[in-house]
């Protein structure tokens, strides 16, 4: 089962972008969901997450520029970019962890390439 990634693409420096990813219905009790992101010849880190209740946490370097938010109600998970810069490249994976019988579902990966 794989969550659904959509909205990366080309944009310029100091441009935006939103990405969103869905969890197919059958994925039941979310907890945790977030966005990782990997660049060429470099380990997946984690972007942003965001709690059941709410609580969003970000990595250092997106503070202030990237937004994580979610509606339980449709199961989304959404990451709006904003002041993209070029070391912001990369393949962007959602994922969602589950509180019953605890497992962790991710999307397929979407690229998000930042260039004049």
């Known amino acids: 089962v794989q969550l659904q990634a959509s909205g990366g693409g080309l944009v310029q420096p100091g441009g935006s972008l939103r990405l969103s990813c869905a969890v197919p219905p059958r994925i039941f009790s979310i907890g945790a969901m977030g966005w990782y992101r990997q660049a060429p010849g470099k380990q997946r880190d984690l972007v942003a997450t965001i709690s059941e209740g709410g609580t969003a946490e970000y990595k250092d370097s997106v503070k202030g520029r990237f937004i994580i938010s979610r509606d339980s109600a449709k199961s989304t998970v959404n990451l709006q970019m904003n002041s993209l810069k070029p070391e912001d490249t990369a393949v962007y994976f959602c994922?969602?962890?589950?509180?019953?019988?605890?497992?962790?579902?991710w999307g397929q990966g979407t690229q998000v390439t930042v260039s004049s």
């Open positions: 994922y969602a962890r589950t509180v019953v019988n605890p497992m962790v579902y």
